[in-house]
Every structure is written in structure tokens, then in C-alpha cells.
């Protein structure tokens, strides 16, 4: 009996052919899969080292008025760029934000509008750590009165539902200032600035937002990996294929020794047979004819 392929039975002809064809389109299928997913990865590479290059950029130029950035809507290219302001808080409308990160820590920011002669614009005044057993503040920490000058960074609005970026009882999950200007009687500049340095200053326990890291994260072993699965794919189905090769020739010799000994056996049979009659001739042959005295004798 032809011994079963690996798929349960002996792989042959059109059969064969056929699930060849079928295994080649879903391996083709998942290769430029992972091909895309691996050229993916690429991108955020390449988009990752772009935003660190604009961030070490704008680290390193020189302070700015804040009126020369704040000119339009913000986007990624204006993101840290260091600026200054002048003008007063509006100690009546501070928010806090829930949910917030810095240098690894968890906790929530102070958000307040500033008011200047050129016009409004929302201030991170800072970051507090949240500690575990404790939830996050009712009521924001009253900013410094008076005039002050803030320097920090220029930063773009912040996108999610409205129900994330739009205050609520003074507290929100993302700093979006045309969210918070809906609740103000007066207009905010598109973006806002995370403060890093106040003057005069006020202990309220808030400390600046760091820029992002400077890493290139793992985009790059992860394109390695989609591109690995798509080589790995190919050398499946070649492996396959061999397989219902190997499975294929072992069963045509199988059944060709199967073949060739059922046709000895026949043959010993037929020898066998031809045997026996020419022994049964040959005693027939050698019985002793009888003598006409026998004859006499016997009558």
C-alpha cells in the first residue's frame, strides 16, 4: 500500500498541482504582507529620526518671541521650539490635566490661560508626580499674580475625542486650546506653551515637562522581523514542496516493490504448479507393466 503524503494521503498529479498553487497565493499574500508591515516600520524610523532632528534643532536655537511662532496653526515642525511670553495669568480659569507623563512618571499638568497685550495663550505651568494612594486634585494651584515672563515650549494642540480635550468641573485629559477657549469669553492662539521656566516663581510643587526622548525606539529590529517572516514564508512552501516530492517517489517505489514481489510470488506459484504435474507424469510413467504369465496366472 503507497504510504500516506503529508497531508493525510498520498499526494499526486492534478491533486497535487493544485495545492501547490493554492499554498503559493496565501504564501505570496502573507509575504507582501509582512513586506509592507516591515517598510511600516521604516517609515516611523524615518519619521522618528525627522522629529528628533527638529527637536535638537529647536533645543538648540536661541529663545523667541512667542508672537513670531504662534502665527498659525501649530504642527510637529513648530514643536519645541523655545519661546517667551509676558503677560498675567487668569487665576480664575485653571484646569488640570489627568493622565499625563513625564520621565517616566505618572501624575496630571496646570494648565492656564495667559493674557497679554497681543493676545491669549494657554500655559503648561507643569508636571506633579501623583502618588499611588492618592487621586487627582478637585482644584488647580493658584498661578503667580501679577505680571510674569514665562520662557518654555512651543507646542501644538493635542487631538482626541471632545470629550478628552473639552474641561469639565476644571479637568480634561488632553491640552487642546481651541477646546478650552470654548469656555473662556475671550480667544485663544492656536497651541500652547509648556512653561519651563516662570519668573516671579511660585512653590507649587509643578516641575517642566521634558522633550521626548532622543531614541530611535525599535522600529528598526521590528522591520527586520516582518522581512525575516516573509523569507521564512518562502522557505516553507519550498520546504513543502519537496516534501510532496520525497513523499511521492517513496510511494512510487513502494509500490513498484509491491508490484515486482506480487509478481515473483505469481511466478514461484506457476513454477510450483508446473512442478507438481511433471512429478505426477514422471510416477505414472515408472509403474512396472504387467507380464502375460501375471495375466495367466491371475485367470
Not at 498541482?17 to 516600520?41: D, H
Not at 493658584?142 to 474641561?167: I, L
Request: net charge negative; hydrophobic share 40%; glycine share 10%.
Amino acid at each position: 500500500m503507497p504510504k500516506l503524503g503529508t497531508m493525510g494521503e498520498a499526494p499526486r498529479g492534478r491533486r497535487l498541482w493544485l495545492r501547490w498553487a493554492v499554498m503559493g497565493v496565501a504564501v505570496i499574500c502573507l509575504a507582501v504582507a509582512f513586506v509592507n508591515l516591515g517598510r511600516w516600520q521604516l517609515d516611523r524610523l524615518q519619521q522618528r529620526r525627522d522629529n528628533n532632528g527638529i527637536v535638537v534643532a529647536h533645543e538648540n536655537a536661541p529663545v523667541v518671541d512667542w508672537r513670531t511662532v504662534f502665527t498659525h496653526p501649530l504642527t510637529d515642525a513648530d514643536q519645541w521650539q523655545r519661546v517667551r511670553v509676558t503677560g498675567t495669568f487668569d487665576a480664575d480659569h485653571s484646569f488640570v490635566v489627568r493622565y499625563r507623563s513625564n520621565a517616566d512618571q505618572t501624575g496630571w499638568e496646570i494648565v492656564t490661560p495667559l493674557r497679554t497685550a497681543s493676545g491669549s495663550v494657554l500655559v503648561s505651568r507643569g508636571f506633579a508626580a501623583r502618588p499611588a494612594s492618592q487621586d487627582f486634585p478637585r482644584v488647580a494651584p493658584a498661578p503667580p499674580s501679577g505680571e510674569v515672563t514665562v520662557v518654555g515650549y512651543a507646542r501644538r494642540n493635542e487631538q482626541g475625542g471632545s470629550d478628552a480635550m473639552t474641561p469639565v468641573d476644571g479637568q480634561m485629559r488632553l491640552i487642546n486650546s481651541d477646546a478650552v477657549a470654548g469656555t473662556l469669553s475671550y480667544p485663544l492662539v492656536n497651541g500652547y506653551i509648556g512653561a519651563t521656566e516662570v519668573t516671579p516663581s511660585v512653590d507649587d510643587g509643578l516641575v517642566p515637562v521634558n522633550p521626548p526622548e532622543l531614541t530611535e525606539g525599535n522600529h528598526f529590529s521590528y522591520a527586520l522581523q516582518w522581512f525575516a517572516f516573509a523569507i521564512i514564508a518562502g522557505i516553507g512552501l519550498v520546504v513543502l514542496i519537496r516534501s510532496d516530492l520525497r513523499d511521492r517517489r517513496r510511494a512510487a517505489r513502494l509500490a513498484a516493490a509491491e508490484a515486482a514481489a506480487a509478481e515473483a510470488g505469481s511466478g514461484a506459484a506457476e513454477a510450483e504448479s508446473g512442478a507438481a504435474e511433471a512429478d505426477g507424469a514422471a510416477t505414472g510413467d515408472a509403474r512396472p507393466a504387467r507380464s502375460p504369465a501375471d495375466a495367466d496366472t491371475t485367470s
